[in-house]
T-cell receptor
């Protein structure tokens, strides 16, 4: 079966750095996505990785290793507004998105 | 950027009635739209994939006679929850795919359905 694993919840301090990991086992691979979702709102796109390596976009970076079936989302200089759920999703060989359960990130002052 | 609207944002209905939710891509054409539902503190669950001009493809376990999907144009897909029951109460989210030239799906803001 297809499976995406990510931690259920993480806590970090304002101004610090946090890394959210995601491991996947899917039928084929056509890219990995990270989305941010605030409570009661729809997901918003953060990043896309299809090749191995690090993609940096401001305070957020995303890393991919296809051979290990592994990705992480790195958030720097954490702000209170970063408190949200972070969803990892993989596009499989049928171009269907397989979603992880999401990681709830709690930022403390 | 691409914008997807969803209407209504919130709806409360009585058990046994039907509710229609609209999903529109405002500034692009979407040959494919997706309907998700999300329970509190849970991830997105794909309900169906909707292709313009053809029947929707439903995921296993989703009743196609209960969740009617129509994708009549390249910018509009509708989800109708028929004979709604309290267990249908959920957050319904649509997304639109502009095509393979783009890599991300664009999400609507979601519809909170409460069935009393």
């Amino acid at each position: 079966g297809q499976n995406i694993d990510q931690p259920t919840e993480m806590t970090a301090t304002e101004g610090a750095i946090v890394q959210i990991n995601c491991t996947y086992q899917t039928s084929g691979f056509n890219g990995l996505f990270w989305y941010q979702q605030h409570a009661g709102e729809a997901p918003t796109f953060l990043s896309y990785n299809v090749l191995d390596g690090l993609e940096e976009k401001g305070r957020f970076s995303s890393f991919l290793s296809r051979s290990k079936g592994y990705s992480y989302l790195l958030l720097k200089e954490l702000q209170m507004k970063d408190s949200a759920s972070y969803l990892c999703a993989v596009r499989d060989s049928n171009y269907q998105l397989i979603w992880g359960a999401g990681t709830k990130l709690i930022i403390k002052p | 950027g691409a914008v997807v609207s969803q209407h209504p944002s919130r709806v409360i209905c009585k058990s046994g009635t039907s509710v229609k939710i609209e999903c529109r891509s405002l500034d692009f054409q979407a040959t494919t739209m997706f309907w998700y539902r999300q329970f509190p503190k849970k991830s997105l669950m794909l309900m169906a994939t909707s292709n313009e001009g053809s029947k929707a493809t439903y995921e296993q376990g989703v009743e196609k006679d209960k969740f009617l999907i129509n994708h009549a144009s390249l910018t509009l897909s509708t989800l109708t929850v028929t004979s709604a029951h309290p267990e249908d109460s959920s957050f319904y989210i649509c997304s639109a795919d502009p095509g393979l030239a783009f890599y991300e799906q664009y999400f609507g803001p979601g519809t909170r359905l409460t069935v009393t």
